[in-house]
């Protein structure tokens, strides 16, 4: 079936070092792949997205490469700051089923001045 | 342009009774999904509404329903509340009809069952 595997947290860096978060996948054909961010007490923001294999996705200084051989999407950052501490969603459209996403457990991120 | 809102953004209720939260999307918007997300479960999607048909639905009881309404606004209705639907429950709208267009969420409705 389809899944959407994700390193487990929390993840505790000191500023400016850099992250990596690892996302893994079962899916069906080859779908889209998002990477959605959570900050405390809010609901969900896109905030990176790839629709094809070998896609980058960028923004806010965080890419994800679409990895359609390793089935993987991670999420890296050169260089993390405070204001991205977070919880981190790896998700996966379902093809063919509207508007459902099949989500990742997250990851929690902390970063320390 | 206005994000998605919710309404309520925070409920407490007692076990037994029923609530009914409300989710209005970005204008121009005509799918709206319904999540809830725990600690223990995470995110689990619970149904989706396009054009006012329920075009997808979650593995949850029938408790759960919902619907949507011509402006594309939905409502979801939880009856019979159980202590483990408390929960944060949240709602995504998109322009088009499958799940590869960007959804936009909502701040959340934060429901506390006692």
């Known amino acids: 079936g389809n899944s959407v595997t994700q390193m487990e947290g929390p993840v505790t860096l000191s500023e400016e070092a850099f992250l990596t978060i690892n996302c893994t996948y079962t899916a069906t054909g080859y779908p889209s792949l998002f990477w959605y961010v959570q900050y405390p007490g809010e609901g969900l923001q896109l905030l990176l997205k790839?629709?094809?294999?070998?896609d980058k996705g960028s923004n806010k200084g965080f890419e994800a490469t679409y990895r359609k051989e390793t089935t993987s999407f991670h999420l890296e950052k050169g260089s993390v700051q405070v204001s991205d501490s977070a919880v981190y969603f790896c998700?996966?459209?379902?093809?063919?089923?509207?508007?459902?996403?099949?989500f990742g457990q997250g990851t929690e991120l902390s970063v320390k001045p | 342009k206005a994000g998605v809102t919710q309404t309520p953004r925070y409920l407490i209720k007692t076990r037994g009774q029923q609530v009914t939260l409300s989710c209005s999307p970005i204008s121009g918007h005509r799918s709206v999904s319904w999540y809830q997300q725990t600690p223990g479960q995470g995110l689990q999607f619970l149904f989706e509404?396009?054009?006012?048909?329920?075009?997808n639905k979650g593995n949850f009881p029938g408790r759960f329903s919902g619907r949507q309404f011509s402006n594309s606004r939905s409502e979801m209705n939880v009856s019979t509340l159980e202590l483990g639907d408390s929960a944060l429950y949240l709602c995504?709208?998109?322009?088009?009809?499958?799940?590869?267009?960007?959804?936009?969420f909502g701040p959340g409705t934060r429901l506390t069952v006692t």
């Open positions: 790839a629709t094809k294999a070998d």
């Open positions: 509404y396009f054009s006012e048909t329920q075009r």
């Open positions: 995504a709208s998109s322009w088009g009809g499958q799940a590869t267009y960007e959804q936009y």
């Open positions: 998700a996966l459209p379902l093809y063919n089923q509207g508007g459902k996403l099949i």
